[in-house]
C-alpha cells in the first residue's frame, strides 16, 4: 500500500492569491514529481526531485516552484495564482536506482481559480 | 506525434466482456507502465513491464518490445472496471522520467 498524501483535495481561490499545494510521503522515496493533468488530456510533469536539496524544471513550463528540504515532503508553491493555473495537480515518488521501478501517486489536488 | 499512442480512446463494454487496450510507443523503452484512474481519483499502478507478460486477477498486460506495442487485456469486465487506463513509458536515458499516452476511457455498463 502506497503512502502517499495530498493537500489540499479541492482548492477553489481568486486570482492573485498564493498557494502551496503538500505533497508527503513515508516510505523514504528518494525520487518524487509532480504532474500537471487538464481535464482528459495526457499528465505532464512539470518539476522532479531526487533527493533532499534537488529539484528540477520538468518537460512543461510551469510558473511554479517547489522545494525538498526533507525526504518526505516535496511542496509546489504559485506565488500568484491565474485562472490557467486551473487544473488537477499529481505528486508522485519512487526508490529505487535504475528504471524499473514503479511510481507511486498521491490521490492529486484539484485547483481551481476564480 | 505523441511518442506514446493508445487506442482506442474511448470504449464502452457490456459487463463479461473482454476488453483489450493496445499502446504502441516510438522510442526505445527500459520499462512500460499501465495505470489506472478513476473519476476525480488518483492513480494506481496496474503493471511494470520491461519484457513479456504479467497477470493479476483478471488483468493480463504483454508487451512486445520489437514491435514497441503494449496491450492491456481485462478478462470478464465489471462495472468497477470503468476508470481511464493510461500506458507510460520510461524513455531509455530520461532519467526515471515517465511520458504518458492521453489515455482510454473505459466505461462497463451492467
Known amino acids: 500500500e502506497a503512502d502517499i498524501y495530498q493537500t489540499p483535495r479541492y482548492l477553489v481561490i481568486g486570482t492573485g492569491k498564493k498557494i502551496t499545494l503538500e505533497c508527503s510521503q513515508t516510505m523514504g522515496h528518494d525520487k518524487m514529481y509532480w504532474y500537471q493533468q487538464d481535464p482528459g488530456m495526457e499528465l505532464h510533469l512539470i518539476h522532479y526531485?531526487?533527493?533532499?536539496?534537488?529539484?528540477e524544471k520538468g518537460d512543461l513550463s510551469s510558473e511554479s516552484t517547489v522545494s525538498r528540504i526533507r525526504t518526505e515532503h516535496f511542496p509546489l508553491t504559485l506565488e500568484s495564482a491565474r485562472p490557467s493555473h486551473t487544473s488537477q495537480y499529481l505528486c508522485?515518488?519512487?526508490?529505487?536506482?535504475?528504471?524499473?521501478?514503479?511510481?507511486?501517486f498521491g490521490p492529486g489536488t484539484r485547483l481551481t481559480v476564480t | 506525434k505523441n511518442e506514446v499512442e493508445q487506442s482506442p480512446q474511448n470504449l464502452t463494454a457490456q459487463e463479461g466482456e473482454f476488453i483489450t487496450i493496445n499502446c504502441s510507443y516510438s522510442?526505445?523503452?527500459?520499462?512500460l507502465h499501465w495505470l489506472q484512474q478513476h473519476p476525480g481519483g488518483g492513480i494506481v499502478s496496474l503493471f511494470m513491464?520491461?519484457?513479456g507478460k504479467k497477470k493479476h486477477g483478471r488483468l493480463i498486460a504483454t508487451i512486445n518490445i520489437q514491435e514497441k506495442h503494449s496491450s492491456l487485456h481485462i478478462t470478464a469486465s465489471h462495472p468497477r472496471d470503468s476508470a481511464v487506463y493510461i500506458c507510460a513509458v520510461t524513455i531509455r536515458g530520461s532519467n526515471y522520467k515517465l511520458t504518458f499516452g492521453k489515455g482510454t476511457l473505459l466505461t462497463v455498463n451492467p
Open positions: 526531485s531526487y533527493g533532499v536539496n534537488s529539484t
Open positions: 508522485a515518488s519512487r526508490s529505487g536506482v535504475g528504471d524499473t521501478y514503479e511510481q507511486y
Open positions: 513491464l520491461s519484457s
Open positions: 522510442v526505445g523503452i527500459s520499462a
